[in-house]
């Protein structure tokens, strides 16, 4: 039986999300594997993929928040607000200020409404916004609350009518970092779309312990990187449950709360995770029970 179990993988360059899926089908041996937080095929680094039942975890890793490192290039607006849609408008941006790109980056962050790119996965009435732009139709995308906690300059380079802005972000899930090049560039006037991405973590989970496809290439089919416990025990908070306790929980029943904030993943005696849990209504419930009577 193949392990349960999450992989960091360092995606690269050109390949979907999708893509990584199929290699790591093929390579583990097993159909049972899904991914959690797409990333664009331009963008590289963390995407966590979950196999067997670790497939289970992946919709808690898709909300959790996520950090990445990525360049801004004033000057070029593109369709798709980043290096792979065809350009729409080049306005010289040599005018623009090291102050005035600071200060107009200090406006998006913290909670802020942020307008999703047109070309995007986002669905509208049940059809990807990305397909009804690529068949030429105006598409409205309404703006969505998102947090980013953290957006730092790292660089600005000048090259002729061009800036680029090396930029580091820690973000919510759900925030478009092409977004933040769209809308500092249409701040300052100039236009401007997203060169680079690179993402350097997921939750508790970085690239400093992602594996390229090469390296997972080598060691198949044994890819799993976190088994299931460890991997509960990276991403949640977590409860250490007596042998009667882990009992009521493999047959669906509550726990007695202890006051921590959900979900966090319940272990038993033997350390093999049991369950991801909730406390509400003066109970504790399983969301998912991974350890069935």
Do not use: W
Not at 5 to 34: C, E, N, Q, Y
Not at 72 to 100: C, F, K, M, Q, W
Not at 114 to 132: D, F
Not at 226 to 253: D, N
Request: aromatic letters at 2%; proline letters at 4%.
């Amino acid at each position: 039986m193949n392990a349960d179990g999450l992989i960091v993988v360092d995606k690269p360059a050109g390949m979907t999300s999708h893509d990584v899926v199929a290699r790591i089908r093929r390579l583990a041996k097993t159909r049972r594997v899904g991914h959690g937080g797409t990333l664009d095929p331009m963008a590289t680094g963390v995407l966590i993929i979950g196999v067997n039942k670790a497939t289970r975890l992946l919709t808690y890793v898709i909300g959790s928040g996520k950090s990445y490192t990525g360049t801004i290039r004033l000057g070029v607006s593109t369709i798709t607000d980043d290096a792979e849609g065809e350009i729409t408008a080049s306005t010289p941006a040599a005018h623009v200020t090291d102050d005035e790109i600071r200060s107009q980056l200090a406006t998006q962050t913290g909670e802020i409404d942020q307008v999703p790119s047109a070309v995007s996965a986002i669905k509208i009435n049940g059809e990807r916004a990305y397909k009804r732009v690529r068949e030429g139709e105006e598409v409205s995308i309404p703006a969505r609350r998102v947090t980013i906690s953290r957006l730092e300059v790292l660089d600005i380079r000048r090259d002729a009518d061009v800036i680029d802005i090396d930029i580091d972000v820690t973000c919510s899930s759900g925030t478009y970092i092409r977004a933040i090049a769209r809308d500092l560039g249409t701040a300052l006037g100039v236009g401007g779309h997203l060169t680079a991405l690179r993402r350097t973590a997921v939750g508790g989970l970085a690239l400093s312990e992602a594996r390229t496809l090469a390296q997972l290439e080598e060691v198949a089919p044994d890819v799993v990187t976190l088994p299931m416990a460890a991997a509960a025990r990276q991403a949640f908070p977590a409860r250490e449950a007596t042998s009667e306790e882990a009992r009521v929980l493999s047959h669906g029943g509550p726990l007695a709360t202890v006051g921590i904030d959900g979900p966090y993943a319940v272990f038993g005696p033997s350390g093999d995770l049991l369950a991801i849990v909730s406390e509400r209504e003066g109970r504790a419930r399983a969301e998912i029970v991974l350890a069935a009577a």
